[in-house]
């Protein structure tokens, strides 16, 4: 199959809304900690930055993760902050502020200081909040956009529970009542199944959690009966034997899961579907502050310690730089704002 167009996948999101909506979970207080350590042997980079000449130099910088802690978002944030930390040679504190699809601590990022030093973990939809869900304060303009540091592939698992061993199997199920958890409303989780029930001509029941940590909780428990978490969330259930891996929805097999194939050499050629992290920092942060941060997830990004880690932890690297993110930010956001619209009575 050739992949679906965000045009389809919008309108096949306001068609399937209305009846989809799932009851997700409550929300979680705010939780902030330390960047995950890297390690007391690991070598801070080469750089101005890390030599203590730079902006961030002593100081503290907070990165608002709006998802929980455990999930894809926490993760790959943790990993690559741990790793930034020696870089600009600076303290950052990892913020999990949950609830409202990402938006609650979204919100809080646009509400804080425009002095370089508050950021947040960013993806696909997070611009278009305020279009897609209700009693969303910000807007695209809110957001100053960075840089991306990776994209990342699903997989495709099931429950022990739903008796689903293989992709047949998940198809076979695919008859409107099998629960689909979905880690964020309108999130990339959101389009993926829409993805999938085109391709293979099936349809689930959708189950929205707050975070890809809740979805596996409930895998494994036997109260959902398939999701798509990240390979980060997935791995851990995977190898514990508490859940199924599936399929993995990116073009090829990922190196932390090499066993694991594809939708694509299932059958369904040309099926491809990943979500990209970055990061934005409030509008009106100050450019220089931007592009320094910018620089050192860069430098980060091709440290080969980074990488190895970055495997192991089932995060796929793909950085994109301060320049090519400007323009990159502008058109995701006008692509799914324009098709919203164009579909929004539907």
């Known amino acids: 199959m050739r992949r679906k167009s965000l045009a389809l996948l919008m309108a096949a999101v306001m068609a399937f809304g209305a009846a989809g909506c799932g009851s997700g979970k409550t929300e979680e207080a705010p939780s902030s900690a330390p960047a995950a350590d890297a390690g007391d042997d690991a070598e801070a980079p080469e750089g101005a930055a890390a030599s203590g000449d730079g902006f961030y130099a002593g100081k503290t910088v907070e990165m608002i993760v709006p998802w929980g802690a455990g999930g894809g978002a926490d993760t790959a944030c943790r990993l690559i902050c741990s790793y930034m930390e020696k870089e600009l040679g600076c303290t950052i504190v990892i913020n999990n502020v949950t609830g409202g699809g990402g938006s609650i601590g979204l919100a809080q990022l646009v509400n804080a200081d ?7 973990y960013f993806a696909n939809t997070d611009s278009n909040g305020d279009i897609m869900l209700e009693g969303v304060p910000y807007t695209v303009d809110d957001f100053a956009p960075v840089c991306q540091f990776a994209a990342d592939p699903h997989i495709i698992l099931a429950s022990n529970a739903s008796g689903i061993t293989d992709l047949d199997g998940m198809i076979a199920a695919g008859d409107g009542n099998t629960l689909w958890g979905i880690g964020g409303a309108w999130t990339h989780w959101d389009f993926l199944k829409l993805e999938f029930e085109e391709a293979t001509g099936t349809s689930y029941k959708r189950l929205v959690y707050d975070g890809g940590a809740a979805v596996i909780t409930d895998i494994m428990n036997g109260d959902c009966t398939v999701g798509t978490p990240f390979v980060s969330e997935a791995l851990p259930a995977i190898e514990a ?16 899961c090499p066993d694991i194939p594809t939708v694509a050499e299932l059958g369904y050629d040309g099926f491809e579907s990943t979500m990209w992290r970055g990061f934005v920092a409030p509008a009106g942060a100050p450019e220089d502050a931007m592009r320094e941060f910018a620089d050192a997830v ?24 301060y320049d090519a993110f400007q323009e ?19």
């Open 298 to 321: 860069s430098v980060v990004c091709g440290n080969a310690e980074f990488q190895e880690a970055a495997v192991q932890a089932g995060v796929t690297v793909d950085y994109m730089d």
């Open 114 to 120: 425009a002095d370089g030093l508050s950021y947040a």
């Open 241 to 256: 034997g508490e859940a199924v891996p599936i399929a993995i929805t990116s073009a090829e097999r990922n190196e932390a």
């Open 328 to 346: 990159f930010y502008k058109e995701n956001h006008e692509s799914v704002k324009a098709y919203y619209e164009a579909n929004s009575d539907m």
